[in-house]
């Protein structure tokens, strides 16, 4: 960016540290800044009507929000939630400058449409899974993710699975016991050990719906 640019940024952004769990962005909202994660992670996800959530991207430090940009440059409101996971510290960059530096500015432009090729892909992604892999084969593939290098044991809670995977807590819970009762894992409190790690990989890589 040129120094004047930068002196605007440094002039005009305001610096956030959240809490574990604090919202910054909500749906139906308006979006005064656009955030640039320094530390921590910021989860983005959309919520039902039932109050059922589903995990659309993480940002990570060095990362900013591709749906804020969105909502920033078509001036409409913020279609999701963001919140932090553990304490997360954010730069947030006003949106007059963000939209102004995009007409301004090449080095910007190319930023921004960078975060757009990322999180599409990974939007596709995410639409590919929920569309056409059983809620089962979610779920087991999400826990092997997660129990890699992690001893076999998955510190979770069948609501924050439920999140991850896009399905209701029920529905974990009654797949966590088939699972169980097949002696792929064990549920204990807030944590679940994983016993036969390769047959819950396998059943991950299950055909698809079509």
Not at 12 to 17: D, P, W
Not at 18 to 26: E, N, R
Not at 192 to 200: C, E, F, N, S, V
Request: proline share 3%; hydrophobic share 45%.
């Amino acid at each position: 960016m040129p120094k004047s640019a930068r002196a605007e940024l440094f002039a005009r952004a305001v610096r956030k540290t959240l809490a574990h769990k604090q919202i910054l962005l909500t749906g139906g909202g308006d979006c005064e800044y656009l955030p640039f994660v320094v530390q921590g992670t910021l989860r983005v996800y959309k919520v039902s009507e039932s109050g059922k959530e589903l995990t659309l991207y993480r940002i990570d430090p060095g990362e900013s929000c591709i749906l804020s940009a969105t909502c920033i440059l078509n001036a409409s409101a913020f279609p999701a939630v963001v919140e932090a996971e553990g304490k997360a510290e954010v730069i947030l960059i006003p949106s007059r400058l963000v939209a102004r530096w995009v007409e301004e500015y090449q080095v910007w432009r190319k930023f921004v449409f960078s975060i757009y090729e990322r999180r599409l892909e990974m939007l596709l992604a995410i639409v590919e899974e929920v569309a056409f892999r059983h809620v089962d084969a979610r779920v087991s593939g999400w826990l092997s993710g997660a129990a890699a290098g992690q001893s076999g044991a998955v510190r979770a809670t069948h609501q924050k699975i439920a999140s991850e995977v896009g399905t209701s807590r029920e529905v974990v819970s009654r797949i966590l016991r088939d699972f169980e009762s097949e002696g792929l894992l064990v549920t204990e409190r807030g944590r679940i050990r994983i016993l036969d790690p390769q047959a819950l990989s396998a059943r991950a890589e299950q055909s698809s719906r079509l």
